[in-house]
């Protein structure tokens, strides 16, 4: 009887556990899930530089895949409305909303290249994911934004030399990581009176009492290159106008001769005679001057000769190579950038 009633009890709780497992179900993801939806970013502040730290805020309706899940979210912002480069993630979320920071965009617009002052239409969609391997997006919006003269405080580094007293952190003699890592650059221009060479040095910090590093260079046709050493001489190129590249945690320095740029013109001290220096400013990546200016016409060039000039046919902001003299129509003191990557140029009466 025992033995029977053993066989009963083993036969039950075997229905038991298969009635169990046939009431497992495993999740699986809808082959055709459902996309978010977007509604318009909120804005209800100017985008300017006195809003820079209010908020824009992103909502969006849930994704559905098919069962109950944890779904990633992140807001997406690209200049292409195919999202085929420059994609950047402003933030991602497990809610249906989020905000960013008007300066944050702002920041973001000016690191794709665009023109201060310029309107910029801007696409922006909200990606859903459970996996790494699918994801789905709304369908994409755009706002435009015009962005404001905002300086992106770059991490330096400095070249304090005969040139410029040896001052570091002085504002000639500022080298930035662009890309917030080891490597910084910029343009400076070494020159030492009328010396036909100039010593110099780079510090990690704006005075002496940090790291500097000497060293010795090898040049190679107007090019230097070396590593740098703590406890090394100063450098010492031909006086002249280099792109400078370092790396403190490779300890390498790395100057390739390039343009120094000037203005010229019946509008400038020096009128036609000879090209009035420019400053390199590597924060905003462009070439500037403030001074004061005549009642006139001016260009750009390049070395203090012809072959490279630059004035703007048609006053449309553009620049062209051999263009028109661009005309000052009062006397004043300006701010004039010029951008010779982009051709572009400001002129601003301060």
């Given amino acids: 009887m025992k033995k029977i009633k053993l066989i009963v009890f083993l036969a039950t709780v ?7 497992q046939r009431n497992i179900t495993e999740p699986v993801i809808s082959s055709n899930p459902v996309k978010p939806t977007s509604a318009d970013l909120s804005l209800t502040v100017a ?5 820079a730290d209010s908020l824009i805020t992103f909502s969006w309706s849930a994704a559905d895949f098919g069962f109950s899940s944890s779904t990633s979210y992140a807001v997406q912002l690209s200049p292409k409305s195919d999202f085929s480069s420059n994609v950047a993630t402003l933030f991602t979320t497990q809610t249906l ?16 290249n665009y023109a201060i002052g310029t309107p910029v239409t801007v696409y922006y969609r909200i990606s859903a994911s459970v996996t790494s391997s699918i994801t789905v997006y709304t369908d994409a919006k755009s706002k435009s934004f015009t962005p404001y003269d905002a300086v992106i405080n770059y991490p330096m580094a400095y070249v304090p030399g005969a040139y410029q007293g040896w001052s570091p952190g002085a504002e000639n003699g500022r080298l930035f990581s662009y890309g917030f890592n080891s490597q910084y650059s910029g343009i400076v221009r070494i020159k030492d009176g009328t010396n036909a060479a100039s010593e110099f040095k780079i510090t990690n910090a704006p005075d002496w009492s940090h790291t500097n590093w000497g060293g010795t260079l090898t040049k190679s046709g107007n090019n230097y290159s070396g590593t740098l050493d703590p406890s090394g001489g100063n450098l010492q190129v031909t006086a002249g106008t280099y792109a400078i590249v370092v790396d403190v945690s490779a300890l390498t320095i790395t100057l390739t001769k390039t343009d120094d740029w000037g203005v010229i013109g019946s509008a400038t001290a020096n009128g036609w005679n000879s090209s009035t220096p420019m400053f390199y400013n590597g924060q905003r990546k462009m070439w ?43 006397a004043g003191n300006y701010t004039i950038r010029f951008d010779p990557v982009k051709l572009t140029y400001t002129v601003k009466k301060n």
């Fill in 14 to 20: 075997g229905l038991v556990l298969v009635s169990c």
């Fill in 97 to 112: 909303k989020g905000t960013a920071k008007v300066g944050d965009i702002n920041t973001l617009i000016l690191s794709w």
């Fill in 47 to 51: 985008f300017t530089v006195n809003n």
């Fill in 288 to 330: 500037e001057i403030t001074a004061s200016f005549a009642a006139g016409e001016f260009k750009f060039r390049a070395n203090d000769a012809w072959d490279l000039n630059y004035g703007d046919n048609g006053a449309d902001g553009t620049l062209e190579a051999g263009g028109a003299n661009i005309a000052l129509s009062s």
